[in-house]
């Protein structure tokens, strides 16, 4: 049973372009979270979807994120027209019936914008 | 929203000696979360608590729920140098749907 598969596991883009980061949930975990974290800081909710729905995306920015995680394939977690201060690591989790019982991380996506 | 206050910050100990960290909050939360996190990994779930009170061991680690809902402590006891990470406290709160997660605390175990 594989766990949470997030990739690629860097991506530098310069400012300006697209990113998109994937998120594949352990199998069974229909619930998937992403968090920002920044260097040497602790890690920041950013978006909870279940299939087809967005649960509650108050810690995403208003503007250039976006998120979907849909019926087939993984979470997607978009950021449009990146700026220099969007360089962090971003972490997806899944859980199986919510964040009240255990939550499993993948290993991140390191993403550097210059 | 809430916040959660992990301490210390750092800590630098020898090997074999026991160590413990804590998190306190101004809310209470409905779970109490430990997490290690290793340079350039995501966060590996270490245990979990779910009622006020609860003791949990596992292995050389055990975590507990404060009675107030509002702290949690780990302790690691006879630490040896694969202990070195950062260790992450998070609380779950059902009315917010989220982990807060605390600021984190950088352990070095020394030879």
């Known amino acids: 049973n594989a766990g949470v598969m997030q990739n690629p596991r860097h991506l530098v883009r310069r400012r300006g372009q697209e990113a998109r980061l994937r998120c594949s949930p352990m199998k069974g975990h229909s619930h998937v979270y992403w968090y920002r974290q920044l260097p040497e800081e602790g890690l920041k909710f950013m978006v909870y979807l279940q299939k087809e729905n967005i649960i509650d995306e108050s810690g995403m920015p208003k503007e250039r994120f976006s998120a979907e995680f849909p019926k087939e394939g993984p979470s997607i977690l978009r950021i449009q027209q990146v700026v220099r201060g969007d360089s962090a690591a971003y972490f997806c989790a899944s859980s199986p019936q919510g964040m009240n019982t255990e939550a499993f991380f993948g290993q991140g996506t390191r993403l550097t914008v210059v | 929203g809430q916040q959660l206050n992990q301490s210390p910050q750092s800590m630098f100990i020898q090997e074999g000696e026991d160590v413990s960290m804590n998190c306190t909050s101004s809310?209470?939360?409905?779970?109490w979360l430990w997490y290690k996190q290793d340079p350039g990994e995501g966060p590996v779930l270490l245990i979990a608590?779910?009622?006020?009170?609860e003791l949990t061991s596992n292995g050389r680690l055990t975590a507990q729920f404060g009675i107030t809902r509002k702290d949690s402590f780990l302790n690691i006891s006879a630490s040896i140098p694969s202990d070195v990470g950062i260790y992450f406290c998070?609380?779950?709160?059902?009315?917010?749907?989220?982990?807060?997660f605390g600021s984190g605390t950088q352990l070095t175990v020394l030879p």
């Open positions: 809310s209470i939360f409905n779970t």
């Open positions: 998070a609380g779950y709160l059902v009315a917010a749907r989220q982990l807060t």
């Open positions: 608590l779910y009622k006020a009170g």
